[in-house]
Every structure is written in C-alpha cells, then in structure tokens.
C-alpha cells in the first residue's frame, strides 16, 4: 500500500521498513485518475472528501504489484469494481490476488459495473467496516 511519498506500507502488524513503490507503478496508477470509467467516477464523487467518513484514495498501489481501484487506509478496505478497465487477458493480472491482501490484512469490496450505475445508494451502504459498523451515512456535498 502506499503512503503519500511513494513508499509502500509493511505488512499490517510488521515492524519493517516501508518499501518504496516502483515508478512506473505509481505513473500507472496516476495516469489511471485521470482515465477513469463512468462507473468508478460516480462512485469516487460519493466517496471522495470523507462523505463516507474516512479518508478513501483512488487508484491505490498495493504490494508493489496491484493498483486497487479505491483504498481505505484507517478501515484497511480496498473496492474494486468489476469489468471496468479489465478486457483483455493481460490486464487480468492487475487484479490483486485475495492472498496479497489477506498479507496486509486488508478487506476486499467487489461491485459490478451495473451495481454502481443503477444501485449506487445500495453499493454505499455495503461499504462498511468488517465489525459492521456502517462508516456514515452517505451525503451529498
């Protein structure tokens, strides 16, 4: 995961150093901002300046291997939305494996791209904390 200056974050729980996240992953993830589809923009509207509560980034590097499309440091949450940018057979592998997030104790939100163009108000609410907490109720801003 990365933190702001570029370096990833150890393992949840580790007491290693931050590794440094490669360049061309951050210039990936950066170039995706501002590409993004339909679907992930209307989501990042309601997600973006704590109208959820906590802070969300987008296009987020985990591992040095993966960006996640949203990523929630404080709940440790990363939401990605299916079918988006991933067509082709190659881009397949930028899907982060369930492994690499069970590494640094993160959970996964998976929605479909129709999910969060025709039952956005739904995806918000599923959005929550593993102890069921709900983060906040959504607002518009």
Not at 35 to 52: D, G, S, T, V, Y
Not at 88 to 101: I, S, Y
Request: glycine share 4%; with cysteine.
């Amino acid at each position: 995961m990365v933190s702001k200056g570029g370096t990833s974050m150890p393992r949840h729980g580790s007491s290693q150093e931050p590794e440094p996240v490669a360049p061309s992953l951050l210039r990936h993830a950066r170039e995706s901002r501002h590409e993004m589809p339909e679907a992930e923009r209307r989501l990042w509207a309601r997600l973006r300046a704590h109208r959820l509560g906590p802070h969300f980034r987008r296009q987020h590097p985990i591992d040095n291997r993966f960006i996640v499309d949203f990523y929630c440091a404080k709940e440790r949450l990363c939401i990605e939305i299916d079918g988006d940018r991933r067509t082709e057979p190659q881009q397949l592998e930028c899907v982060p494996a369930p492994q690499a997030l069970e590494y640094h104790s993160t959970r996964e939100n998976r929605f479909t791209i129709a999910g969060v163009m025709h039952r956005l108000d739904e995806v918000l609410k599923a959005i929550q904390p593993a102890d069921g907490r709900i983060l906040a109720e959504p607002r518009d801003r």
